[in-house]
């Protein structure tokens, strides 16, 4: 592209114009992910381009497997244009290899490093699916979850509301924060059995919603009157997705165990299945995730015992990748190619395996290459 379709009259184009532009041809659309920083990097700094630039990508990152192949080339958001958090880019910024990165996206904090014990390994199994047929779109679950909020917030003032002589100071405390509570994860999953599971709708309409609600209070979605949304199992996995990752860090920095593998191992199925709830699952990760129980409980594997503990799918979702825990040890990877053997025989697609982290962008720094026309002459 020329450099100058990103100015016009002097001055460069907006990021909606560039989204367009980028989406005109559907198979270049991928270039917004690398050429869309320039105009960032314009935009924000001020930098002047002069000379035409050439860009090398090289990755090791499996492509379109739901594993950020994307957050690890760019990490803004302006122009690529999906209503996605930071989860991604952050851990491509400030990651570090064979380490996982533990955050609060309230919104974007990094908590520091988390080491994995020497004993316990994870794997990606692609399941091959690129985005499941049936499944909900990403952003009607992220309506859901914004209407239970506001469901929820309007519900404790309601229950406040009814007992106002009540001289229970703390009961009503309690009630106060959460009817303005920013963030359905900081409401703990006890608060939310306590009060308002059953207050929640497994699913509501745009148009009932707004007549009763008005607004579900998010700048980057809208509420279509027409679609139905599902709302309980969008609001319920956050809240319980943050105990479940709190109590992964806490395990994973206990004292090594059998116990310790299968807790996390049971925590990382129960995120599956919770996530497969709110509609972004799909058949070929669900039947991932049952193979790699077939193997842990299998009567065969019971004399050596079973070495693979827990899986669940991860990125956007509606297929793609499942991330495995197991033993670091030999048996693993055989099973694993089980997996692999029996998923095949199901379906005819031999599942891509891969394993493995690299430095993020912090640690990495960069590389200065220098062209020397000097060696040639
Ligand atoms: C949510 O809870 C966390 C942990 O208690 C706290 O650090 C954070 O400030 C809370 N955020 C909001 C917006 O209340
Ligand atoms: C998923 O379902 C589709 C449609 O029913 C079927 O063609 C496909 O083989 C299934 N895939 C897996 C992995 O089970």
Known sequence: MDLSDFMEDGRPITYEKAYNYFARDPAQKWAAYVAGTILVLITELGIRFEDSISILVSSGVPEGKGVSSSAAIEVENHIVGAPCGVMDQMASACGEANKLLAMVCQPAEVLGLVDIPPTIRFWGIDSGIRHSVGSSDYKSVRVGAFMGRKIIKSSASQINGLNPDDADADGRNLLETEASLDY???????????????????????????????????????????????????????????????????????????????????????????????????????????????????????????????????????????????????????????IQQRYKAATGFLPYVFEGSSPGAAKFGHLQIRFRPSLTE
């Open 184 to 338: 359905l994860c900081n409401l703990s999953a006890h608060r939310y059995e306590a009060s308002y599971a059953t207050r929640l709708p497994e699913s509501l309409s745009g148009r009932d919603f707004v007549e009763k609600y008005l607004d579900h209070d998010d700048s980057v979605t809208t509420i279509d009157k027409e679609c139905n949304y599902a709302v309980r199992a969008p609001t319920r996995h956050p809240i319980y997705e943050n105990f479940r990752v709190k109590a992964f860090k806490a395990l994973l920095s206990a004292a090594v165990s059998n116990y310790q593998l299968s807790a996390l191992g049971e925590l990382m199925y129960q995120c599956h299945y919770s996530y497969s709830a709110c509609g972004l699952g799909s058949n070929g990760t669900d039947r991932l995730v049952n193979l790699v129980q077939e193997m842990q409980h299998s009567k065969s594997s019971e004399s050596e015992g079973g070495t693979l503990f827990g899986a669940k799918i991860t990125g956007g979702g509606s297929g793609g990748t499942i991330c495995v825990i197991g033993r670091n040890c030999l048996r693993s990877n055989e099973q694993l190619i089980e």
